[in-house]
T-cell receptor, first 114, second 114 residues
């Protein structure tokens, strides 16, 4: 069974500072990994995905994530936080066989302080 | 290109009633998945449909059911509503099974059971 653990339910950064949101996965088969963002009263928007190509994945809005198999991690980063980045971020995992649905982490709420 | 459309956006029901939620996927998307989002449990998988066939079902009681029509539109039904069914119900569509290329989510239906 697959699972993801997001370390820190709430992260607070200053505007312009580095954003680092942590995600560790557990999977018995090569995983596909995703980061989604959710703004208040909205659905989830796909930020980026890892599907066994390049280990450094670039997404929208300046975010990127690196797949590290040895650490079973897929942390999300952004060099400089903007106020508009304040939202809830979810890491998700599926296997690459097409036989399992996405399993989401509990989410990390990002606050950006002016 | 129109996104995933969920109707209604908000719904208030009384315990014991039943409710039907609707989801229209992006044109050409044949996979539709449903998730329940609550503050306590996070995002939990309900079921996934691909080409009118239920591919998988999450760990929810039989009161939760769904279906997909030939035009890929999907409905989910909850019978005998309980207070604990209050949640944001999210629908997501993908061109492939289980969204290995990433799901596109709708804005959700906020169900309140009183």
């Amino acid at each position: 069974a697959q699972s993801v653990t997001q370390l820190g339910s709430h992260v607070s950064v200053s505007e312009g500072a580095l954003v680092l949101l942590r995600c560790n996965y557990s999977s018995s088969v090569p995983p596909y990994l995703f980061w989604y963002v959710q703004y208040p009263n909205q659905g989830l928007q796909l930020l980026l995905k890892y599907t066994s190509a390049a280990t450094l994945v670039k997404g929208i809005n300046g975010f990127e994530a690196e797949f590290k198999k040895s650490e079973t991690s897929f942390h999300l980063t952004k060099p400089s936080a903007h106020m508009s980045d304040a939202a809830e971020y979810f890491c998700a995992v599926s296997d690459n066989s097409g036989n399992t649905p996405l399993v989401f982490g509990k989410g990390t709420r990002l606050s950006v302080i002016a | 290109k129109a996104g995933v459309t969920q109707t209604p956006r908000y719904l208030i029901k009384t315990r014991g009633q039943q409710v039907t939620l609707s989801c229209s996927p992006i044109s050409g998307h044949r996979s539709v998945s449903w998730y329940q989002q609550t503050p306590g449990q996070g995002l939990q998988f309900l079921f996934e449909y691909f080409s009118e066939t239920q591919r998988n079902k999450g760990n929810f009681p039989g009161r939760f059911s769904g279906r997909q029509f030939s035009n890929s539109r999907s409905e989910m039904n909850v019978s005998t509503l309980e207070l604990g069914d209050s949640a944001l119900y999210l629908c997501a569509s993908s061109p492939a099974e289980y969204g290995v290329y990433g799901y596109t989510f709708g804005s959700g239906t906020r169900l309140t059971v009183v």
